[in-house]
């Protein structure tokens, strides 16, 4: 079992910036790949970004986002730059089990955090 917590969320102007943390309860967190995932009120998760083998983003964050591990501390960080009112939502991190994929169904990810609140105003 691997629990997950993010932490790093908060309230943010149009166009700053904010640094998301995924920290993991296991010492195999590097085996796992990591998703990213936001829900915004009255929408579905979406796919943000994953970071294993492979990097991958989806269209409306990429240049802006940027996915990091850091194996020592067993956290995977989500730097958010130029930020846009539409960004804003619940952000979650996910665990898969297939250190190489880039997939961006929710299914594919069996761990879950529960999540961090991202506001930004404009």
């Known amino acids: 079992q691997v629990q997950l917590v993010e932490t790093g969320g908060g309230l943010v102007q149009a166009g700053g910036s904010l640094r998301l943390s995924c920290a993991a309860s296991v010492s195999t967190f590097g085996r796992y790949a990591i998703g990213w995932f936001r829900q915004a009120p009255g929408k579905e998760r979406e796919f943000v970004a994953v970071?294993?083998?492979?990097?991958f983003y989806a269209d409306s964050v990429r240049g802006r986002f940027a996915v990091s591990r850091d194996s020592a501390k067993n956290t995977v960080d989500l730097q958010m730059n130029s930020l846009k009112p539409e960004d804003t939502a619940n952000y979650y991190c996910?665990?898969?089990?297939?250190?190489?994929?880039?997939?961006?169904?929710?299914?594919?990810?069996?761990?879950w955090g529960k999540g961090t609140q991202v506001t930004v105003s404009s």
């Open positions: 996910a665990a898969a089990p297939d250190y190489y994929t880039i997939s961006r169904r929710t299914n594919d990810y069996a761990y």
């Open positions: 970071r294993g083998a492979n990097e």
